[in-house]
T-cell receptor, first 110, second 114 residues
Framework: EDQVTQSPEALRLQEGESSSLNCSYTVSGLRGLFWYRQDPGKGPEFLFTLYSAGEEKEKERLKATLTKKESFLHITAPKPEDSATYLCAVWGPEGGKLIFGQGTELSVKP | DTEVTQTPKHLVMGMTNKKSLKCEQHMGHRAMYWYKQKAKKPPELMFVYSYEKLSINESVPSRFSPECPNSSLLNLHLHALQPEDSALYLC?????????????FGDGTRLSIL
């Protein structure tokens, strides 16, 4: 069964304390893995697309990496404004359907 | 600012009311989506439109009726909703439904059913 699992469910960091979020997936024929950030009461904001193992993308304090089984979202020296829920998703085998993980709720305290 | 615009941002309605949610995108995308999201859960797919035709209906109750008047607009007509339908309703778009490009989301309509 195609599925996406994110860990941890919640992560509390002190400002400046680097860490990583994990997204493991099982899907036949990966057509793209996506990271989104979602603030309370807002829609998911697109961050990164990864297509093949070994690929890396960076944006400010965030870096996303991909292996054949999982993706990591590394957060370097986080700030309170990085607090949000981070969602991982992959295209399912059927066109038009994204398979989402349950999300990781990140809280960064000053 | 998001490139997918949803109106209204908030909606409170009774179980006998009829209302509509609207979504607009001007990115030239030909696939548009409706999602329902409950608190602390990921978005749950409801409908997919491809080139203005309904491609996927995820067994959504008939009290939700989607409409795609043109390639930029997507509506969701609501009638006789239940309290459990209270949620954040998200619209998204992507270049094509079978591409490998990401979906882009609007900020949603917060719907409350009294």
């Amino acid at each position: 069964e195609d599925q996406v699992t994110q860990s941890p469910e919640a992560l509390r960091l002190q400002e400046g304390e680097s860490s990583s979020l994990n997204c493991s997936y099982t899907v036949s024929g990966l057509r793209g893995l996506f990271w989104y950030r979602q603030d309370p009461g807002k829609g998911p904001e697109f961050l990164f697309t990864l297509y093949s193992a070994g690929e890396e993308k960076e944006k400010e304090r965030l870096k996303a990496t991909l292996t054949k089984k999982e993706s990591f979202l590394h957060i370097t020296a986080p700030k309170p404004e990085d607090s949000a829920t981070y969602l991982c998703a992959v295209w399912g085998p059927e066109g038009g359907k994204l398979i989402f993980g349950q999300g990781t709720e990140l809280s960064v305290k000053p | 600012d998001t490139e997918v615009t949803q109106t209204p941002k908030h909606l409170v309605m009774g179980m006998t009311n009829k209302k509509s949610l609207k979504c607009e995108q001007h990115m030239g995308h030909r696939a548009m989506y409706w999602y329902k999201q409950k608190a602390k859960k990921p978005p749950e797919l409801m409908f997919v439109y491809s080139y203005e035709k309904l491609s996927i209906n995820e067994s959504v109750p008939s009290r939700f009726s989607p409409e795609c008047p043109n390639s930029s607009l997507l509506n969701l007509h609501l009638h006789a909703l239940q309290p459990e339908d209270s949620a954040l309703y998200l619209c998204a778009s992507s270049p094509r439904w079978d591409s490998n490009q990401p979906q882009h989301f609007g900020d949603g309509t917060r719907l409350s059913i009294l």
